[in-house]
């Protein structure tokens, strides 16, 4: 593999070769700025192709293809580094080895190609974990490796306990892919506040159902169509195997409370923000639950069916009413649904499972107030502010979602709040990594900015079937808040 920029060559040593990927260590003294890159292989040569190559950009390795828990080792002692799990998680205190790559050049021009020398980078490095910045111990290469990095640091006395931490690397001020690690007081199992979490590692009969109100608004939609309220109920109900103790679902391994995570490679939200069902993940089998999911509530009677009604399985979607723009499109009646009250859900089931009824209350939200929001700057945190809500019965979740097709880049920040500070910043290196939005908008950039009350852990209704077949867990929630459609990240 040949690095040329202008009449400069150097070759990278390819460390995995399959059909379509190629990776390999870009030695020290590869050119910065934009580069051509070809392939060689068997006496022919690729066409060449561009890539931008920077001196330094640290990439976490993960076990989920640049996200999810992150391939760190808990330091025991010198002879037990076990690898960081949801059943293996460090404590608060423990020190922590990070596994990646692209901390930058070995310094005075050594070679990448003999077994790399201890020692720091002569780089700038700090390790965001949760809400703290830590200044690592030791961020180099590995000894012994050709262009693997790690960085060492410990965990701080306050370090956020969860199953799904966000951990973060920023060199010189650039900030890397967001991972996850595991943290637990004692190292014991971790626990967290998703009632969502374990289903990623566990596997088996799933189902959750969620009934949500979303005020819809567009700020570059002049005619303002479209623009309004939508109730609508989703359901899945899905079986897996389960991938064990460090499996991660983009939609159930949310982050601690009070903390946000970033991932990247999101392309799929682009239907969901669309009112498409996101469909099953590889290795999950979706359900047949019946042909139809009733909700019966303050305001009448509604329901949700297939997505897909060729299919008859899972997922569920139905749009029970509308208010605003929303009518004008000839969705729903202008009356509202999902008011404050209490809503019974109910199934009579279908050839995987059985039939199932709950009842839920629906409280009032937290109401946004800074929503006047139209731009959001990279470089700066982004303060949501709010009023109302339950702080014992309920959290805020503010999603940002970024997607450029013309360059093929999308991403997203998730964060939890409680609701109490009536106020929470999105740190700026959650933000960095988002696609800009180009200006003008041709059209197939999507971008967007949520914010909804949910339920806390406690308030979510566990469910099951009054016979066979069984479920091995169901949950019921709801979401109330408010969607902004095409919100520029500059």
Known sequence: MKVTQGSTSVNAI??????????????????AGTVQVTVSYGGLSSAPAAVQVVPSNFGAFTVSGGRGPGIVQNYVSATQTPLNMTNLTAAPGDTVILWGTGLGPLPAGDSDTQPAPAGSLPVSVQVLLGDLTIQPAYAGRAPGLAGVDQIDFQLPTSATLGCYVPLQVLVNGNASNTVTMAINNNRQPCSDSSPFSATSRSGGK?????????SYTDPTNELKIGNGTVDIAMATFNQSAGVGDLGFSLFASLPPVNTCTYYNNVGSLNGLLGGQMPSSASGTTPLDAGPAITIQGPNGTEGASY???SAQVSPYLGVLRTGGGWTALGLGPNTPFLDPGTYTVSGAGGKDVGPFQYTMQIPAGAAWTNDSITAIDHTKGLTIQWSGGSPSTQAVAIVGYASNPATNVSGAFACLS???????????????????????????????LLFVTVP???????????????????????????????????
Do not use: C, H, K, W
């Open 456 to 490: 806390n852990a406690s308030q979510f209704v566990n469910f099951s079937t009054s016979a066979p077949p069984s479920l091995d867990s169901g949950l019921g929630y709801y979401a109330v808040g408010e969607l902004r459609n095409n919100v520029a990240f500059q």
């Open 307 to 309: 997505s897909d009604s």
């Open 418 to 448: 409680d609701v109490a500070p009536r106020s929470f910043t999105v740190p700026s290196n959650f933000l960095a990594n988002l696609p800009a939005t180009p200006s003008p908008n041709p059209g197939d950039a999507i971008s967007a």
């Open 14 to 31: 390819p460390v995995f070769v399959a059909q379509y990927q190629i990776n390999a260590v870009m030695p020290s003294n590869t050119p």
């Open 206 to 214: 799933n189902a959750s159902i969620g009934l949500v109100r979303l």
